[in-house]
């Protein structure tokens, strides 16, 4: 039976040698298929661990407070959000001192409203993630880890000093080729000296990932922009495993701070890194499964290509089977004979898309200096499935070419 099947599978090869272009244009749909999916589980792959990578930068003890929101919209949001009224200093220091299970509590504010403009006599940065943070900022941010220099201290921050710490990507810009620290920049106009560095958070993509974040003392920044009112919050939990504790403890401050009543919603959002990773993965769990359903309709069309370039091979190879069935083989041999010509057929169509997936994964990564690579458990897939298409397309045409009468096929011209 092995070596029958091995002759099967060596005829298989033949026909395909015999019949490049025609062999290539059946299995086309199948190919198309298979490297969606391959294609879209790398892509998958890659993004989930860059945005876990990313999360996991802002700590796992830590949790995130605004009066929005958390995770992705479309277009403008609800009235309900935009009454919402603001955070403000005292609930963070109301958290601090009211929940025993949080350890730190930093706040900071922004001026989301305007666009702000750092720049220097040798270059200048734009559409920046201006701040203005306490001096805890970087013990509670695990991706605020000081490059060079310092971080201001909260006797800074107290004096409102113009002092700033800027991200890994604006130095080289406003500095090229020297350090930063120690010089003046200016920030709509105001001078102010830097005292620190901040490097750049790992899991970020693309050619236009970069580090802009101007950050300057607390009270300076109300000092500056006595119109700010955009505050947020995050906390730390004395370890990981209490930050639900944490978390419930902060929404019970803010909910009496804010009257919200026994019966209603919270009108502000705590988000947590595990949280916003499984947001993110519902979200991607849902585009792969539509990828799926898509790219089937793909397999089918080329299932059915195969189907029917096997019911040619069985009408041009009549003579031949009526000749193997006179010599003595068996209805098996010739089903299988066409089977695993079939399996062959998408086989071979299966390792040209993991083939071109590859090539084009590679292409991704370097262009989009990003994590992307075949998962091992999609390459099988794939390869499994294409063959699968031959096994469940081809049985017809089996079927078909084993019945034929021996007789009839001999006179078959």
Not at 65 to 71: A, H, P
Not at 129 to 150: E, K, M, P, S, T
Not at 293 to 303: A, C, E, P, Q
Not at 313 to 337: L, N
Request: glycine residues 8%; positive net charge; hydrophobic residues 45%.
């Amino acid at each position: 039976m092995a070596q029958s099947h091995r002759e099967n599978l060596k005829q298989a090869l033949d026909t395909l040698r015999t019949h490049k272009l025609r062999s290539l244009l059946t299995v086309l749909g199948v190919v198309l298929g298979v490297s969606v999916i391959m294609l879209v589980a790398a892509i998958v792959a890659g993004f989930d661990k860059t945005v876990t990578d990313a999360m996991s930068e802002y700590g796992n003890d830590t949790a995130f407070i605004s009066r929005f929101d958390q995770g992705p919209h479309n277009g403008r949001r609800p009235k309900e959000e935009r009454m919402r009224k603001p955070l403000t200093l005292e609930d963070g220091e109301a958290i601090q001192s009211g929940c025993p299970a949080v350890k730190n509590t930093t706040v900071w504010i922004n001026q989301w409203e305007n666009t702000h403009k750092v720049q220097t006599r040798d270059g200048s940065v734009s559409a920046i993630d201006f701040r203005g943070v306490f001096a805890n900022f970087a013990q509670v941010y695990a991706n605020a880890n000081i490059l060079d220099g310092r971080f201001f201290t909260e006797a800074e921050n107290i004096h409102r000093d113009k002092v700033v710490v800027i991200g890994e990507n604006v130095g080289p810009v406003l500095f090229p080729g020297r350090s930063a620290v120690g010089k003046d920049i200016f920030i709509d106009g105001s001078a102010f000296m830097v005292v620190g560095v901040v490097q750049k958070p790992k899991g970020g993509m693309g050619p236009d990932d970069e580090d802009r974040r101007v950050l300057i003392p607390y009270l300076t920044f109300r000092k500056i922009y006595p119109g700010a009112y955009e505050n947020a919050i995050r906390i730390q939990s004395l370890t990981p495993a209490m930050l639900d504790a944490a978390v419930d403890q902060a929404r019970d401050v803010l909910r009496r701070r804010r009257n919200v009543k026994y019966s209603e919603k919270d009108n502000f959002s705590i988000e947590t890194a595990q949280q916003s990773v499984q947001q993110f993965h519902e979200i991607v769990s849902t585009v792969f499964l539509a990828t799926i359903v898509l790219s089937s309709i793909g397999l089918l069309i080329g299932g059915v290509g195969v189907m029917n370039i096997m019911l040619v091979s069985v009408t041009e190879r009549t003579r031949e089977i009526g000749i193997r069935k006179a010599i003595g083989a068996h209805r098996s041999d010739i089903t299988w004979q066409f089977l695993l010509e079939a399996m062959t057929l998408t086989g071979v169509g299966g390792i040209i898309a993991l083939v071109f997936v590859n090539a084009l994964v590679f292409l991704i990564r370097a262009a989009l200096k990003w994590q992307a690579v075949v998962p091992l458990w999609a390459a099988a897939a794939g390869l499994t499935v294409s063959i699968s298409i031959g096994l469940i397309f081809g049985v017809w045409p089996a079927v078909k070419a084993a019945r034929l009468d021996p007789v009839e096929a001999l006179r078959y011209e």
